[in-house]
C-alpha cells in the first residue's frame, strides 16, 4: 500500500494534536477542572460537564440592574455594578425573576486559561425555549459571551426573562460554556467537504446551503411529520416556571399551540415568541461541534435561535446519524413580519474537536432532547 493510499480523504478533518485548534470535548474540559484552568466555587454537580460544554451554575445572590452594561476594557464588572444595581437578591433558597427586568448573577466558575485558549457561552436549550435571555460577561469585556484568549478572572451572567416569569436559585444552570485552542477552520470550502463527507444537514430537497462558512437552515411550517401542529406561542400568563423542574407543567397553561396555516405563511407579530421548527434535521458526529450563527438582518425582521450549542453526538442514535430538526425560538421585532415553509432563518457553523469526545449527546448521558423534533423546554409535561 502506498503512502497516497493511507492518507485520509479529507487530511483538513484529521483530528489535530494537542497543540492544534480545536473545541475541547468532554475528557480536555475535565482535564481543565483537575488543572485550575476552570475552577469552581462548589463542587461540580452530576453532568455538568456535557459532550463539548460545561454547564455555568448561578452563584448566590442576583443583583437587579437598572440596564445592560458592558465593563469595557478599563474595568471589572464589579467596578461598574454599583452604578445600576437597584437591589441584591439572594438565591440560597430561590428567588423569582420577573419578566420586563434584568438581573446580573456572579456564576460559580472562574477560568483561568492559557495562551491560545479562549471561549464562547451560550444560553443552554431549556434556557433559550422559555425565552430567557442571558448573556455571559467577563471583567474588561467588551463582547457579550465571548471569553478572551488568556482570560483569568469570574464570570457573570445577565438574566432577562422575556415571557415568562422564572425561578431559580444557587446551582441553577441557565448557561454553558464552550472553549477551544486556536481558531478551528470554517470556511466555506472546509464546511462543503466536511457535509459531503458526514451530511451535517439533511435536507430532502436538495444539497445543503453553504455561505460564509455555514449551513443555512430553513423553517418548517408545512406541518411535514405528520401533524397540523407546526409550533407553540407564549402565552401571556402571571404563572412563575421553576427552571429546575422536569416534565411538571401542562403545555396548554403556558402556551397556545400553533397549526399549519391553511394558506401563505405564518404571520409573526411583534413581542410574541414562538416555538418553531427546521425543515432540514442535523446530525453531528462525534469529532464535530456546531453552532447556530446569531440573528442576520438579512433574513427579516425575525430573532432565531437564542440556545446556539449542538453537542456532538446530536442527531446520531446508536451510532448511526438518523438526524434531528433543530428547534427554533423566533421573536418578531418592530413590525409583524410572514415567514414561509422553507424560508432561511438561520445558518450553522461547524468547528472541530481536539479529539471526538467521550461522551456523545444521547440518551446515555442523559440528554434532554435526545430525537427531538417539536419540543418545548424539559421543564413541560410530554
Known amino acids: 500500500m502506498s503512502d497516497a493510499d493511507t492518507q485520509p480523504l479529507l487530511p483538513e478533518l484529521a483530528l489535530p494534536r494537542d497543540a492544534q485548534s480545536g473545541v475541547w470535548p468532554a475528557q480536555r474540559l475535565k482535564a481543565a477542572l483537575a488543572r485550575g484552568e476552570i475552577q469552581t466555587i462548589e463542587p461540580l454537580d452530576s453532568q455538568q ?26 474595568l471589572t464588572v464589579q467596578d461598574k455594578l454599583p452604578l445600576v444595581t437597584q437591589r441584591k437578591i439572594s438565591l440560597e433558597n430561590g428567588a423569582v425573576l420577573k419578566t420586563g427586568h434584568v438581573y446580573l448573577v456572579p456564576l460559580m466558575e472562574t477560568l483561568q486559561l492559557r495562551k491560545r485558549s ?65 481558531t478551528p477552520p470554517s470556511s466555506n470550502a472546509f464546511i462543503r467537504r466536511l457535509d459531503e463527507e458526514v451530511r451535517i444537514v439533511r435536507d430532502e ?30 402565552r401571556k400568563v402571571s404563572e412563575e416556571i421553576d427552571i429546575d423542574k422536569i416534565g411538571h407543567y401542562d403545555v396548554d397553561t403556558f402556551w397556545e399551540r400553533v397549526y399549519r396555516p391553511k394558506e401563505g405563511g405564518l404571520i ?83 468547528e472541530r474537536l481536539t479529539h471526538p469526545t467521550d461522551a456523545p449527546y444521547g440518551g446515555a448521558i442523559g440528554s434532554n432532547y435526545h430525537r427531538q423534533s417539536l419540543t418545548l423546554g424539559k421543564q413541560f409535561k410530554r
Not at 411583534?270 to 469529532?287: M, N, R, S, W
Request: with cysteine; proline share 6%; net charge negative.
Open 205 to 234: 430537497d436538495g444539497p445543503a446551503n453553504v455561505k460564509d462558512g455555514a449551513i443555512a437552515l430553513s423553517v418548517d411550517i408545512s406541518a411535514s411529520g405528520g401533524s397540523d401542529l407546526i409550533g407553540y406561542k407564549a
Open 118 to 182: 479562549s471561549g464562547v457561552a451560550n444560553p443552554k436549550s431549556s434556557t433559550g425555549r422559555l425565552d430567557v435571555f442571558c448573556r455571559v460577561i467577563t471583567d474588561y469585556g467588551v463582547e457579550f459571551d465571548q471569553i478572551p484568549e488568556r482570560y483569568t478572572g469570574p464570570l457573570w451572567l445577565e438574566i432577562a426573562p422575556r415571557s415568562f416569569h422564572v425561578k431559580v436559585r444557587q446551582g441553577s444552570r441557565l448557561s454553558q460554556l464552550r472553549l477551544k485552542t486556536g
Open 268 to 350: 409573526l407579530h411583534p413581542d410574541e415568541f414562538h416555538i418553531l421548527a427546521t425543515k432540514e434535521k442535523v446530525a453531528v458526529p462525534d469529532y464535530l461541534a456546531a453552532d447556530m450563527v446569531a440573528y442576520n438582518t438579512m433574513v427579516g425582521e425575525f430573532r432565531v435561535h437564542y440556545a446556539g450549542f449542538f453537542d456532538p453526538g446530536f442527531g446520531y442514535t446508536d451510532g448511526i446519524a438518523e438526524g434531528s430538526k433543530i428547534v427554533l425560538e423566533v421573536r418578531a421585532h418592530e413590525v409583524p413580519f410572514m415567514v414561509e415553509h422553507g424560508q432561511i432563518v438561520g445558518r450553522v457553523t461547524v
Open 49 to 74: 460537564v456535557q459532550p463539548a460544554s460545561i454547564d455555568l451554575r448561578l452563584g448566590p445572590v442576583a443583583y437587579e440592574i437598572a440596564a445592560s452594561f458592558l465593563p469595557g476594557p478599563q
